[in-house]
């Protein structure tokens, strides 16, 4: 089976996590077969904190892989940043679509 999770990674003290999709088999920071994005628990300032390709996450689920407890959270999380995202892309988009009709 497989498993969408996390891989520990960064030093004492300093985690830093990589969310892969992985052969549940496989021990936890082991062998994978994609990584779909990362987490940075303690990202301060302007560091990026999450980010999930969710595309690829969408796929996996479909195929069957099971998200762990944690995932599902920073899954659910993404899908919230990322709806915040298209709004600001749509406004940018509209003088585009205004200059192209004036033409």
């Known amino acids: 089976m497989v498993t969408i999770r996390l891989a520990r990674h960064g030093s004492k003290k300093n985690p830093f996590y990589h969310i892969t999709v992985a052969d549940r088999a496989n021990s936890r920071d082991g062998r994978f077969v994609e990584r779909v994005g990362f987490y940075n628990p ?23 892989a099971q998200p762990s407890d944690v995932v599902k959270k920073l899954i659910k999380q993404a899908r919230e940043q990322g709806a915040n995202e298209p709004v600001a892309a749509e406004a940018a988009s509209e003088p585009e679509a205004a200059a192209a009709s004036a033409e």
């Not at 990202?43 to 479909?62: C, H, P, Q, T």
């Open 42 to 64: 303690v990202a301060k300032g302007r560091a990026e904190g999450l980010r999930v390709d969710l595309e690829r996450v969408d796929y996996w689920l479909s195929v069957g």
